[in-house]
């Protein structure tokens, strides 16, 4: 028999198709525990309630056509969802980033407001030396007025004490002042502080609204993604069933019409032994007749 080029390329499929059954049904069968023991033969794999053994070569290949169909589909389903993944991944590290560089800047803050305490402490400190200088200056104008008023003591009474007071005065005002000054930069402090948990409060804020957005998107992109492959998959499944049926509705007009040539043939045979048998009887029946007279002569 001479065997074509396509018939042989059938034939290859039909035998790699086998093979893959064959592994496949043994690979079920090493997942499969029980507690019973093992049968020591396996049964042909089952595909649409016909066994492998029992099918013709065109179902075979229909089946493989189906296979490397559904095996296509799968691909494509599998680079589209590894877009989306990388799409969402680079989403996720955008929104990262922008949240270090919102950390970053919250540390620069508080660095600033480290900054702006320490030169606070600093102005104090230089108030305070200010207010010591003036009292140990205070105190030797008292001593150089006391050595050198000793003689005018009494004439020089009320200056010293018109110049003490006045001392005391300057000393008090220059506590108020320095009060003052603590108290005030005290309030910038307080408002720094405020304004600073302020920011951080906003930041916060944005940060949470911005990861909430996100989520809500994502999520709703998801939704759609599921709906879209969920009606994907319903139409892919009803345009199988649509060719199913047809494949069914014109195998059974082609046996319905088989059905009936067969019949007509066996109606036709039928007829033509039943004409027969009648006219071998009527021959019969006229050897009969012609037998009869001849017996009688005799």
Do not use: C
Request: glycine share 2%.
């Amino acid at each position: 028999a001479v065997v074509s080029t396509q018939s042989g390329h059938y034939g290859r499929d039909y035998n790699e198709y086998k093979s893959y059954l064959r592994v496949k049904m043994a690979k079920k069968g090493k997942k499969k525990k029980s507690g019973k023991k093992k049968k020591s033969a396996k049964g042909p794999a089952i595909i649409d309630g016909i066994s492998t053994e029992e099918m013709s070569k065109e179902q075979l290949e229909q089946h493989i056509h189906r296979l490397r169909e559904e095996m296509e589909r799968e691909r494509e389903e599998r680079n589209y969802f590894q877009l989306e993944r990388d799409k969402v991944n680079t989403f996720w590290e955008i929104t990262k980033r922008q949240l270090d560089e919102s950390k970053a800047e919250l540390r620069n803050k508080d660095r600033e407001m480290e900054d702006m305490e320490e030169r606070h402490q600093v102005e104090i400190k230089v108030y305070k030396q200010k207010v010591k200088h003036l009292l140990y200056e205070h105190q030797n104008n008292i001593t150089e007025l006391k050595a050198d008023s000793v003689l005018t003591l009494k004439l020089e009474q009320d200056e010293n004490r018109t110049n003490e007071g006045t001392l005391r005065k300057d000393k008090r005002n220059l506590k108020v002042q320095l009060k003052e000054l603590e108290l005030s930069h005290e309030d910038v402090i307080k408002n720094l502080k405020r304004q600073h948990d302020e920011a951080i409060t906003v930041l916060r804020k944005d940060s949470e609204r911005h990861a909430k957005e996100l989520q809500i998107k994502y999520e709703k992109k998801m939704k759609l993604l599921r709906e879209e492959l969920e009606l994907r998959r319903k139409t892919e499944i009803h345009e199988i069933e649509e060719r199913k049926n047809g494949q069914i509705n014109t195998l059974m007009k082609n046996h319905e019409k088989a059905f009936s040539d067969i019949k007509n043939y066996y109606n036709d045979i039928t007829l033509n032994n039943l004409a027969l048998i009648n006219s071998l009887k009527e021959q019969v029946e006229e050897i009969k007749k012609k037998k009869v007279p001849t017996a009688t002569l005799r």
